[in-house]
């Protein structure tokens, strides 16, 4: 019967594709590039195909079903797709591969595209095949730049951050509410297994939890330490005498986005999400949540993996990812936190404020408020491979809410990513201006009034009360004001009591 099912969506899907006639583009930055090549030389590049899969139509069709068959589901149609559609294409590259022409040669299901390692001609070709949209650079991503913080010592049994967010008060409601039995994906470069705090968290059998597109590593392994403190915020115990995770019941898994010299390509970043969906081939080990603390150099819409993120949201796998360290500019947010199915995360410090160096919004994608929220981001204590260190960065910031995530999901595994989302914004503490805004998001990570919510159901009503200006001036009178927002069960009357303090003296300084 199941297979039925997948059978009927697919042919859902094969319709609604789109199958446009014409040639496809070069791309501009492809295009520079192709005119400085000298004659024989080759360039890798992404080939697209027209034919894309939409993965709402799938889910359309998938009413009623649970998160992991509406995952089959994604990763099966996307896979009929790729393989009905470039059967032409693989075997004209087959023979071009035997003419030397080309080389390396990659196929993607995640989307219908394909890397080749190219000469100018061949690529020139390939764009001007009418079932090709794009062909594009394979460019490089670069490799995340945490900021240095100082020393950090350990703190008495929580560090600050995992205090902050209330993680620990989420945990004394029930030992099983700390990520128990969900999964945090590592998108960084590696994990070093080895670790103390994270050694026995890892979910084991390298085959489904470990991903190294450039073959250098068969276990995990992290050349730089990035991904280690990342993770270490994620999942991490208390080895070093503090707990430094927010979900220290969860198990991980990792890919190693970047190689041992520090190169990562689009086209192994395109292999890792699609290995994210299906570890091991199959999408029944796919995590719950996949932390992404890196982001393109460059500013504005860089749409290359946009199709990879709607995949992984399509198929229920929560997409977070770092805003980026370009601000405070206005519109600094980078992609692909940038796209509006990507959770964005900004960073704040010990005191709330959000860090200089945090992206901001709005969206170059689409206008859209960004980041989404923000959490602790400066001076965290984490684990790395030699021990622990203390960095800075919205990488530092995106693993609060991954965690944050499995602790939902260990409370109401069904929890979709659109309702995982809307608890976690629903309840940020309003940071700014009143309400969401580009510098905060919606406010900071609530771990605990978010665990309530899961607990008590969309209704739980959620009041927050935010000065719109707290200081006030000795230059003549003053006003000041504050917002009242309420969420949840709206019926019923409310009343809300409030004190004003401050340094000034009633009478004195001021009448009352």
């Known amino acids: 019967m199941q297979k039925k099912i997948y059978v009927s969506i697919i042919t859902i899907i094969l319709i609604l594709v789109s199958a446009e006639a014409w040639a496809g583009d070069v791309h501009p930055t492809l295009e520079k590039k192709l005119q400085k090549l000298t004659p024989g030389d080759k360039l890798a590049v992404i080939v697209e195909l027209k034919e894309q899969v939409e993965h709402e139509s799938i889910l359309s069709v998938m009413s009623g ?147 190294d597109p450039y073959d250098e590593h068969a276990v995990p392994y992290d050349f730089h330490g990035h991904g280690t403190h990342t993770t270490g915020t994620a999942v991490g115990g208390n080895s070093g005498g503090s707990c430094i995770g927010v979900a220290p019941g969860a198990s991980w898994i990792a890919a190693k986005g970047w190689d041992d010299e520090g190169m990562g390509q689009v086209s192994a970043f395109h292999q890792i999400f699609e290995w994210f969906l299906a570890p091991g081939g199959s999408p029944d080990y796919a995590p719950d949540v996949v932390n992404s603390s890196w982001s393109f150099a460059e500013s504005g819409c860089e749409t290359e993996f946009l199709p990879d993120v709607q995949a992984l949201r399509a198929a229920g796998i929560f997409p977070v990812f770092a805003s980026g360290n370009s601000g405070p500019w206005s519109g600094s947010v980078r992609s692909p936190g940038a796209y509006p199915v990507s959770f964005a995360v900004g960073a704040t410090d010990y005191f709330d404020s959000i860090a200089s160096f945090s992206s901001r919004g709005p969206s170059p994608c689409d206008g859209s408020i960004k980041p989404e929220m923000s959490a602790p981001g400066v001076g965290i204590l984490s684990s790395c491979p030699w021990g622990y260190a203390t960095l800075s960065g919205t990488s530092m910031a995106a693993p609060h809410i991954t965690g944050a995530v499995a602790v939902l999901r260990s409370i109401n595994p069904a929890l979709t990513v659109d309702q995982l989302e809307s608890i976690l914004i629903s309840a940020a503490k309003d940071l700014g201006n009143p309400g969401p805004d580009n510098n905060y998001g919606a406010g900071r990570l609530d771990l605990l009034l978010s665990a309530q919510i899961a607990l008590q159901g969309p209704d739980f009503p959620v009041i927050k009360v935010q000065a719109t200006d707290s200081v006030a001036t000795e230059d003549g009178p003053t006003s000041g004001a504050f917002t009242i927002s309420r969420t949840g069960n709206t019926d019923d009357e409310l009343e809300i009591r409030y004190s004003i303090t401050g340094t000034a003296t009633a009478g004195t300084d001021y009448d009352p």
């Not at 594009?136 to 008495?156: E, K, M, T, V």
């Not at 929580?158 to 700390?178: C, F, H, K």
Request: glycine fraction near 6%; avoid cysteine; hydrophobic fraction near 35%.
């Open 65 to 211: 079903r649970t998160r992991r068959q509406k995952a089959r589901a994604i990763v099966y149609a996307l896979r009929d797709v790729a393989d009905q559609r470039q059967g032409p294409l693989r075997k004209y590259l087959k023979k071009q591969s035997e003419r030397g022409a080309a080389e390396r040669v990659i196929p993607f299901w995640i989307f219908n595209g394909i890397a080749v390692t190219a000469t100018e001609s061949l690529i020139r070709d390939l764009a001007s095949r009418s079932d090709v949209r794009e062909v594009r650079l394979d460019s490089i991503i670069p490799l995340p730049s945490p900021l240095p913080a100082g020393d950090n010592q350990p703190s008495f049994m929580y560090e600050w951050n995992v205090e902050l967010i209330g993680a620990p008060e989420v945990w004394d409601l029930n030992q099983d509410y700390n990520g128990m039995g969900t999964v945090i994906a590592s998108f960084d470069t590696g994990v070093d297994l080895t670790h103390p705090d994270l050694y026995s968290r890892y979910r084991g059998d390298h085959e489904i939890s470990w991903f």
